[in-house]
Antibody, heavy 115, light 107 residues
Framework: EMQLVESGGDLVQPGGSLRLSCVAS????????MSWARQAPGKGLEWVSTLTASGGSTYYADSVKGRFTISRDNSKNTLILQMDSLRAEDTAVYYC????????WGRGTLVTVSS | DIQMTQSPSSLSASVGDRVTITCRASQGISNSLAWFQQKPGKAPKSLIS???SLQSGVPSKFSGSGSGTDFTLTITSLQPEDFATYYCQQYNSYPFTFGQGTKLEIK
Protein backbone atom coordinates (compact mmCIF):
# COMPACT_ATOMS: atom_id res chain seq x y z
CA GLU A 1 0.00 0.00 0.00
CA MET A 2 1.37 3.42 -0.96
CA GLN A 3 1.73 5.71 2.03
CA LEU A 4 3.15 9.07 3.05
CA VAL A 5 3.72 9.92 6.72
CA GLU A 6 4.63 13.45 7.80
CA SER A 7 6.25 14.46 11.07
CA GLY A 8 7.93 17.44 12.66
CA GLY A 9 5.02 19.81 13.18
CA ASP A 10 5.13 21.83 16.40
CA LEU A 11 4.47 25.14 18.11
CA VAL A 12 7.22 27.62 17.24
CA GLN A 13 7.75 31.31 17.89
CA PRO A 14 7.74 33.88 15.06
CA GLY A 15 11.16 34.02 13.46
CA GLY A 16 11.90 30.44 14.43
CA SER A 17 12.68 27.37 12.34
CA LEU A 18 11.17 23.94 11.89
CA ARG A 19 12.03 20.89 9.80
CA LEU A 20 9.26 18.71 8.45
CA SER A 21 9.84 15.16 7.21
CA CYS A 22 7.76 12.89 5.04
CA VAL A 23 8.55 9.19 4.76
CA ALA A 24 7.24 7.37 1.69
CA SER A 25 6.50 3.68 1.32
CA UNK A 26 4.81 1.36 -1.17
CA UNK A 27 6.19 2.99 -4.33
CA UNK A 28 9.54 3.83 -5.93
CA UNK A 29 10.11 7.17 -4.21
CA UNK A 30 13.13 8.11 -6.33
CA UNK A 31 11.05 8.00 -9.54
CA UNK A 32 8.60 10.74 -8.65
CA UNK A 33 8.48 14.45 -8.10
CA MET A 34 7.24 15.29 -4.61
CA SER A 35 5.36 18.28 -3.24
CA TRP A 36 4.22 20.09 -0.12
CA ALA A 37 0.88 21.86 0.28
CA ARG A 38 -0.65 23.53 3.31
CA GLN A 39 -4.03 24.45 4.69
CA ALA A 40 -4.49 27.24 7.22
CA PRO A 41 -7.24 26.71 9.81
CA GLY A 42 -10.64 26.96 8.13
CA LYS A 43 -9.12 27.88 4.78
CA GLY A 44 -8.49 26.25 1.42
CA LEU A 45 -5.49 24.44 0.03
CA GLU A 46 -2.28 26.24 -0.93
CA TRP A 47 0.57 24.75 -2.96
CA VAL A 48 3.91 25.36 -1.21
CA SER A 49 6.72 23.64 -3.12
CA THR A 50 7.64 20.88 -5.59
CA LEU A 51 10.90 19.02 -6.10
CA THR A 52 11.74 16.93 -9.16
CA ALA A 53 12.55 13.22 -8.87
CA SER A 54 16.30 13.79 -9.10
CA GLY A 55 16.17 16.73 -6.75
CA GLY A 56 17.73 18.90 -9.43
CA SER A 57 14.90 21.41 -9.71
CA THR A 58 12.87 23.10 -7.00
CA TYR A 59 9.82 25.36 -7.18
CA TYR A 60 8.28 27.54 -4.46
CA ALA A 61 5.23 29.66 -3.85
CA ASP A 62 6.10 33.35 -3.59
CA SER A 63 4.79 33.33 -0.01
CA VAL A 64 7.61 30.99 1.12
CA LYS A 65 10.39 31.68 -1.39
CA GLY A 66 13.68 32.48 0.34
CA ARG A 67 12.45 31.10 3.67
CA PHE A 68 11.57 27.46 2.95
CA THR A 69 13.82 24.80 1.38
CA ILE A 70 12.58 21.52 -0.07
CA SER A 71 14.94 18.57 -0.37
CA ARG A 72 14.90 14.78 -0.52
CA ASP A 73 16.97 11.79 0.50
CA ASN A 74 16.14 9.05 -1.99
CA SER A 75 18.20 6.52 0.00
CA LYS A 76 15.81 7.00 2.92
CA ASN A 77 12.60 7.58 0.92
CA THR A 78 12.29 10.89 2.73
CA LEU A 79 11.10 14.34 1.68
CA ILE A 80 12.14 17.33 3.79
CA LEU A 81 10.80 20.87 4.19
CA GLN A 82 13.14 23.19 6.09
CA MET A 83 11.17 26.21 7.24
CA ASP A 84 13.03 29.30 8.47
CA SER A 85 11.96 32.82 9.48
CA LEU A 86 8.50 31.51 10.30
CA ARG A 87 5.57 33.92 10.47
CA ALA A 88 2.14 33.71 12.04
CA GLU A 89 0.63 33.31 8.56
CA ASP A 90 2.60 30.07 8.10
CA THR A 91 0.32 28.42 10.67
CA ALA A 92 -1.29 25.50 8.87
CA VAL A 93 -1.51 21.76 8.42
CA TYR A 94 1.31 20.81 6.06
CA TYR A 95 0.74 17.92 3.68
CA CYS A 96 3.30 15.93 1.78
CA UNK A 97 2.10 14.65 -1.62
CA UNK A 98 3.29 12.59 -4.54
CA UNK A 99 3.85 14.37 -7.84
CA UNK A 100 2.84 17.89 -8.75
CA UNK A 101 -0.75 16.83 -9.11
CA UNK A 102 -0.93 15.30 -5.65
CA UNK A 103 -2.09 11.80 -6.53
CA UNK A 104 -1.26 10.60 -3.02
CA TRP A 105 -1.46 12.66 0.17
CA GLY A 106 -0.13 12.18 3.69
CA ARG A 107 -2.28 12.80 6.74
CA GLY A 108 -0.58 16.11 7.48
CA THR A 109 1.35 17.67 10.35
CA LEU A 110 0.29 20.83 12.20
CA VAL A 111 2.61 23.82 12.36
CA THR A 112 1.63 26.62 14.73
CA VAL A 113 3.60 29.87 14.71
CA SER A 114 2.76 31.93 17.77
CA SER A 115 4.41 33.69 20.68
CA ASP B 1 -0.06 33.34 -11.87
CA ILE B 2 -3.01 31.28 -13.06
CA GLN B 3 -6.16 31.84 -11.01
CA MET B 4 -8.59 28.96 -10.58
CA THR B 5 -12.21 29.87 -9.90
CA GLN B 6 -14.70 27.25 -8.78
CA SER B 7 -18.46 27.60 -8.92
CA PRO B 8 -20.57 27.36 -6.99
CA SER B 9 -18.76 27.96 -3.68
CA SER B 10 -21.42 25.88 -1.95
CA LEU B 11 -24.08 23.52 -3.14
CA SER B 12 -27.00 21.77 -1.46
CA ALA B 13 -28.19 18.49 -2.90
CA SER B 14 -30.11 15.39 -1.92
CA VAL B 15 -29.08 11.75 -1.77
CA GLY B 16 -29.47 10.29 -5.24
CA ASP B 17 -28.95 13.61 -7.05
CA ARG B 18 -26.46 14.34 -9.81
CA VAL B 19 -24.31 17.45 -9.34
CA THR B 20 -21.77 19.35 -11.41
CA ILE B 21 -18.98 21.60 -10.15
CA THR B 22 -17.19 23.97 -12.50
CA CYS B 23 -13.58 25.14 -12.43
CA ARG B 24 -12.35 27.93 -14.67
CA ALA B 25 -8.71 28.84 -15.26
CA SER B 26 -7.65 32.43 -15.92
CA GLN B 27 -5.60 31.19 -18.89
CA GLY B 28 -5.34 27.98 -20.86
CA ILE B 29 -3.91 24.99 -18.98
CA SER B 30 -4.44 22.25 -21.58
CA ASN B 31 -5.71 19.25 -19.57
CA SER B 32 -3.41 19.76 -16.55
CA LEU B 33 -6.23 19.77 -14.04
CA ALA B 34 -6.82 17.65 -10.94
CA TRP B 35 -9.82 17.25 -8.62
CA PHE B 36 -9.76 16.41 -4.91
CA GLN B 37 -12.28 15.53 -2.22
CA GLN B 38 -11.75 16.59 1.39
CA LYS B 39 -13.83 15.63 4.41
CA PRO B 40 -13.67 17.57 7.69
CA GLY B 41 -10.49 16.89 9.65
CA LYS B 42 -9.08 14.63 6.94
CA ALA B 43 -6.43 14.96 4.25
CA PRO B 44 -7.57 15.59 0.71
CA LYS B 45 -8.05 12.59 -1.56
CA SER B 46 -7.17 12.57 -5.24
CA LEU B 47 -10.13 11.83 -7.52
CA ILE B 48 -9.07 12.81 -11.04
CA SER B 49 -5.93 13.92 -12.87
CA UNK B 50 -5.35 15.11 -16.43
CA UNK B 51 -8.89 16.54 -16.33
CA UNK B 52 -10.66 13.24 -16.87
CA SER B 53 -8.49 10.30 -15.69
CA LEU B 54 -9.99 8.61 -12.67
CA GLN B 55 -7.50 7.70 -9.95
CA SER B 56 -7.23 4.03 -9.03
CA GLY B 57 -9.95 2.99 -6.62
CA VAL B 58 -12.18 6.00 -7.24
CA PRO B 59 -15.73 4.95 -8.16
CA SER B 60 -17.01 5.68 -11.66
CA LYS B 61 -19.75 7.91 -10.23
CA PHE B 62 -17.08 10.62 -10.39
CA SER B 63 -16.18 11.99 -13.80
CA GLY B 64 -14.24 14.95 -15.10
CA SER B 65 -14.19 16.78 -18.40
CA GLY B 66 -12.81 19.86 -20.06
CA SER B 67 -9.70 21.32 -21.59
CA GLY B 68 -8.17 24.74 -21.95
CA THR B 69 -9.90 26.99 -19.43
CA ASP B 70 -13.20 25.31 -18.52
CA PHE B 71 -13.53 22.09 -16.56
CA THR B 72 -16.27 20.18 -14.76
CA LEU B 73 -16.53 17.53 -12.07
CA THR B 74 -19.73 15.52 -12.13
CA ILE B 75 -20.91 13.24 -9.35
CA THR B 76 -23.88 10.97 -9.98
CA SER B 77 -26.18 9.21 -7.53
CA LEU B 78 -25.00 11.14 -4.48
CA GLN B 79 -24.52 9.11 -1.32
CA PRO B 80 -24.01 10.40 2.23
CA GLU B 81 -20.25 9.79 2.01
CA ASP B 82 -19.97 12.12 -1.01
CA PHE B 83 -20.87 15.23 0.97
CA ALA B 84 -17.53 17.00 1.34
CA THR B 85 -15.52 19.89 -0.04
CA TYR B 86 -14.11 19.57 -3.55
CA TYR B 87 -11.08 21.38 -4.94
CA CYS B 88 -9.59 21.73 -8.40
CA GLN B 89 -5.87 22.36 -9.05
CA GLN B 90 -3.88 23.35 -12.11
CA TYR B 91 -0.41 21.90 -12.63
CA ASN B 92 0.28 23.28 -16.08
CA SER B 93 2.70 25.94 -14.86
CA TYR B 94 4.29 27.14 -11.64
CA PRO B 95 3.10 28.35 -9.25
CA PHE B 96 0.55 25.57 -9.08
CA THR B 97 -2.80 26.86 -7.85
CA PHE B 98 -5.96 25.49 -6.27
CA GLY B 99 -9.52 26.65 -6.61
CA GLN B 100 -11.16 28.05 -3.50
CA GLY B 101 -13.25 24.93 -2.95
CA THR B 102 -16.89 23.89 -3.34
CA LYS B 103 -18.69 22.68 -0.24
CA LEU B 104 -21.30 20.04 -1.09
CA GLU B 105 -23.94 19.82 1.63
CA ILE B 106 -26.95 17.63 2.21
CA LYS B 107 -30.28 19.33 1.49
Amino acid sequence: EMQLVESGGDLVQPGGSLRLSCVASGFTFSSYAMSWARQAPGKGLEWVSTLTASGGSTYYADSVKGRFTISRDNSKNTLILQMDSLRAEDTAVYYCAKRGFFDLWGRGTLVTVSS
Amino acid sequence: DIQMTQSPSSLSASVGDRVTITCRASQGISNSLAWFQQKPGKAPKSLISDASSLQSGVPSKFSGSGSGTDFTLTITSLQPEDFATYYCQQYNSYPFTFGQGTKLEIK
